[in-house]
């Protein structure tokens, strides 16, 4: 079964090279035609733009044609994932749609399989999703995600068509979890990088990540997920990455949040538009999720960072 690439961002373009390494070849679909003649002509992706790209990878603006490949893999932020699946015109009947967006749609305000069961209710949803820099799949170094599908048969097809010598797929049919744990660490890791930004140290963050925690794992168990795909690749391996690495964009806007510098706009920040959906969410039902709660806040230029810490310490103390 043919793949095919929604999104020429890093993520996407490391994808393809990691599975044109196996034999694929992976037509990928970007909104500009810049990057279209930088992938076909130069062989390089702009988000992406040290690693060489083989002959096996090609682009294109045609998002229909490019749509017609068995497995689809949707990597466009998760906020343009609505509006991405809106421009395929053609049905999509039974092409496996894999999501390999982070966080929760702010309308909707459902992960990236929610939307994808909205938008094209004939196709199979799916997502991958777990601890990953798109460097590093683009260097064939190591990693372990979980690939979760409701339709465990299209699971299996799906995790043998996309592991890799170095990309090592587990399986869960708990695409809830698995996308709620995906979503929510971006979110704990902008606190991290605030705390640490802010020079509170790492026990401050070491609690951050626990307690955060906690709250992912509230939030997806009202849902219906499975404790332990919180447990996961997808949840806690994503977590510890995210909330330690400078790697994570997501951790880097926490830092200048707490060291009050100017961050750059261009770069992609799932846990900002997340915490404001996951606030949403959390009061709709009627959960308390304090750290989410202050990403927003801290996010919008509601508090300081500062404020935020205070807040977090002199809630009511309670049973761990
Ligand atoms: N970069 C990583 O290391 C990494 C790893 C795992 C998961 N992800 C996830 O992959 C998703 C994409 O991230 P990325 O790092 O590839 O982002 P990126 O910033 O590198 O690229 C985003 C791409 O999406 C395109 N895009 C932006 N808005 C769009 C819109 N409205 N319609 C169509 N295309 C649009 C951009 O032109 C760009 O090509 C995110 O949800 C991210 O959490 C990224
Ligand atoms: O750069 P970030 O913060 O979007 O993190 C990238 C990946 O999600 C890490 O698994």
């Not at 929760?104 to 991958?128: Q, R, S």
């Not at 009627?286 to 809630?315: F, K, Q, W």
């Amino acid at each position: 079964m043919s793949i095919a690439v929604l999104g020429a961002g890093a993520f996407g373009t490391a994808l393809a090279l990691s599975l044109s390494r196996e034999g694929h070849a992976v037509r990928i679909w970007a909104r500009d035609p810049e990057t279209v003649a930088s992938i076909n002509e130069a062989h390089r992706a702009p988000r992406l733009p040290d690693i060489a790209l083989p002959d096996s990878i090609t682009a294109s603006t045609d998002i229909d044609d490019v749509a017609q490949a068995g497995t689809l893999l949707l990597a466009v932020p998760m906020q343009a994932l609505h509006a991405t699946l809106a421009r395929v015109e053609a049905p999509l009947t039974g092409q496996r749609l894999v999501a390999c967006c982070k966080g929760v749609d702010l309308t909707e305000l459902t992960g990236p399989t929610g939307v994808i069961a909205h938008a094209k209710p004939e196709a199979i949803p799916a997502i991958l999703t777990g601890p990953s820099f798109a460097d590093d799949i683009a260097r064939d170094l190591p990693t372990a995600l979980t690939l979760a599908c409701a339709d465990d048969a299209a699971g299996k097809a799906l995790q043998h068509q996309l592991s890799t010598g170095a990309l090592r797929l587990y399986r869960t049919t708990d695409t809830i979890g698995a996308e709620l744990g995906g979503a929510l660490k971006n979110v704990i890791a902008i606190a991290c990088g605030a705390c640490i930004g802010e020079g509170l140290g790492d026990s401050a963050r070491a609690a951050l990540m626990t307690r955060g925690f906690a709250e992912m794992t509230r939030l997806a168990a009202k849902l219906g997920a499975k404790p332990e795909t919180l447990a996961g690749l997808s949840g806690l391996g994503d977590l510890a990455l995210t909330c330690t690495s400078e790697l994570s964009r997501n951790y880097r806007f926490g830092l200048a949040l707490g060291r009050g510098e100017v961050f750059d706009a261009s770069l992609t920040v799932e846990g900002v538009k997340t915490a404001e959906a996951v606030r949403r969410l959390a009061e709709r039902l009627e959960i308390d999720l304090p750290i989410c709660a202050m990403v927003h806040e801290v996010g919008a230029r509601d508090t300081s960072v500062a404020e935020a810490i205070r807040y977090l310490l002199n809630r009511p103390l309670k049973e761990e």
